[in-house]
């Protein structure tokens, strides 16, 4: 019969995914068929699965350690934000409405059966779920209703290891706080801890564990040093990005507000010797970038907005006149037109807005979603690329006639006349190596050799070593509940 353990955290941030992910290749490597599973994420951060859908980027890299292909039912529900109170709301996959979050709390009793479906068809294939929560079991005011902790974890009856952050400090109040607030019933479904992030000699927090045990009962599974290579792996959050300084090309990338799907920086923070600079707002674009990478948006006509607050549109265009390169990745892509309209008000009110103008292209928002992995190939010399598309949006256009990659025999993407200035859809493109490698030596990179995806699974392994190390598997397996079939 399979068994599930859910890790929760005592807050946000606290490296929940990254110990699901480690877990999971730790387990693998022991010779379990283990799944991830995590009833609700909210991330614009999205990765397209081999059966159609989509699911937070960090359940395709928990799924990678596993050893398993991304599919919907690791994550059946993922809210996308689009404004600071609504989202939009995916379910198994599919986008399901866009609500405000007042009106999703409405939803969530609705969902829990799909929640449940999900699950327990995972359940019916692996030995072992690792399952996931959001946020924090404490934000007691969100307890009615719950599918992301508690409330999961009751409806499938599983046990739960509660992770607690100690880089950030107070960790004991976290943990004891946590115990505090939750009531009974919730208390004892904690069976374990884990102190994470934590750096220098672990052996100090001796005492603090003491008192962790003392005051809440549960299991120490152990204190787990800081894991330094965690900046190699695909990041869930925006502000988790992290890239080498000094490289000798310089990747300028303005965050937007609603920025999505970057990933697509990933492969690009690994690559020695390129500095990938994110610009928060209110900064300049600087001058010595050799690429401005406008990335993914959730929603392109309020980003646009903010990018001409920003000022970011006149150091653009200082850019191209210094000589520099733009590349646009979906939103980013549509930005560069010259037009945006939004006739069925897709992305909010019906309206029309100009574009950067520096492709001559122009972009109808549509309400089909765009969804699937794609293969394509780049160049004279047909380098095979491969990614996902996941916009909402057709581009057209007179630099269309100019596309860079050849998808399915046709054109996609655009540039313009010099080249310059290029925008396309698809994501994930910089994780093939021979792509990568051709696309920077354009801008001046020297050669190199480095294979994104050994990286990834290196860094997989490493974190798997480090979790063995610190952490008492045997322990955690342990606690680990039988899942009752439904």
Known sequence: MAKAIMIQGAGSNVGKSIIVAGLARVFSRRGLSVAPFKPQNMSNNAAVTIDGGEIGRAQALQ???????????????????????????????????????????????????????????LAAKHDLILVEGAGSPAEINLRAGDIANMGFAEAADIPVILVGDIDRGGVIAQMVGTHTVLDTQDQNRINSFIINKFRGDPTLFDAGVTAIVKHCGWAALGVLPWFPDAWKLPAEDVMDIAGTSGGSLKIAVPRLNRIANFDDLDP???????????????????????????????????????????????????????????????????????????????????????????????????????????????????????????????????????????????????????????????????????????????????????????SIDATLNALADHLELHLDIDGLLAHAGEITPA
């Open 268 to 454: 690009l923070s690994n690559e020695p010797g390129v500095h990938v600079e994110l610009i928060e707002p209110g900064r300049a674009l600087p001058g010595d970038a050799d690429l401005v990478l406008i990335p993914g948006s959730k929603n392109t006509i309020s980003d646009l907005a903010d990018f001409r607050a920003n000022g970011w549109d006149i150091d653009l265009a200082a850019h191209l006149r210094r000589g520099g390169h733009v590349l646009g990745i979906c939103g980013g892509y549509q930005m560069l037109g010259h037009a945006i309209t939004d006739p069925d008000g897709v992305e909010g009110a019906p309206a029309t807005v100009a574009g950067l103008g520096l492709l001559n292209v122009q972009t109808v928002m549509q309400g089909e979603k765009q969804l699937g992995l794609v293969k394509a190939t780049f160049g004279p010399s047909n380098i095979a690329v491969s990614g996902y598309e996941i916009h909402m949006g057709e581009t057209t256009g007179p630099d269309c006639d100019r596309g860079w990659l050849h998808i399915d025999g046709h054109q996609s993407g655009a540039a313009s006349s010099d080249g310059k200035v290029r925008g396309c859809y698809l994501h994930g493109l910089f994780t093939s190596d021979e792509f990568r490698h051709a696309f920077l030596q354009e801008l001046g990179h020297k050669g190199s050799a480095t294979t994104y995806d050994d």
């Open 63 to 121: 799924a990678r350690a596993a050893g398993l292909d991304p599919i919907v039912d690791m994550n059946p529900v993922l809210l996308k934000p689009e404004t600071d109170t609504g989202a939009q709301v995916i379910v198994q996959g599919r986008r399901f409405a866009t609500l405000k979050a007042r009106d999703y709390g409405r939803y969530k009793a609705q969902l829990l059966p799909k929640v449940l479906q999900s699950f327990q068809r």
